[in-house]
């Protein structure tokens, strides 16, 4: 493989398609949450295990937790929180998330969906303004 090959693939394509990773999964978690705000179920969920990550970027409290849909089915998630319920939660706590009705596996904690729904109450009130 020639130099110019290498220096193009290296630093044209590879940060493109690097980048087309990181904005397919932001559109992704979009439209998850969109989902959930649309027809989320509401369930207690436990947490398995809490830990913060290394990441510059993204969410560095994190949660492991179990859930079950409507069917019984057990799920576990490992998401991003915020500080506070971070902060609020052990091992072994119970809490509330929001999972999809359609996709049962998509889920969230409450309180990022109620933190959404006031947000988007507030835009419609300024709207009305």
């Given at each position: 493989?020639?130099?110019?090959v ?9 940060p ?12 992704q ?7 959930i ?34 069917s019984?089915k ?56």
């Amino acid at each position: 493989m020639s130099g110019e090959v290498l220096f193009v693939l290296l630093f044209c394509a590879l940060p493109l398609v690097i980048g087309g990773l990181v904005a397919f999964g932001f559109i992704q978690r979009m439209y998850h949450f969109q989902e959930i705000l649309a027809d989320g179920v509401e369930t207690d969920a436990l947490v398995v295990r809490k830990y913060r990550s290394a990441a510059r970027l993204g969410n560095r409290h994190r949660l492991v937790y179990e859930y079950r849909d409507a069917s019984g089915k057990t799920y576990r998630k490992d998401d991003g929180v915020f500080p506070s319920e971070y902060d609020r939660l052990q091992e072994g706590d119970a809490f509330r998330v929001v999972y999809s009705a359609k996709r049962p596996h998509i889920s969230t904690t409450k309180a990022a969906v109620d933190q959404s729904r006031a947000a988007q109450a507030g835009e419609a009130e300024k709207q009305r303004e």
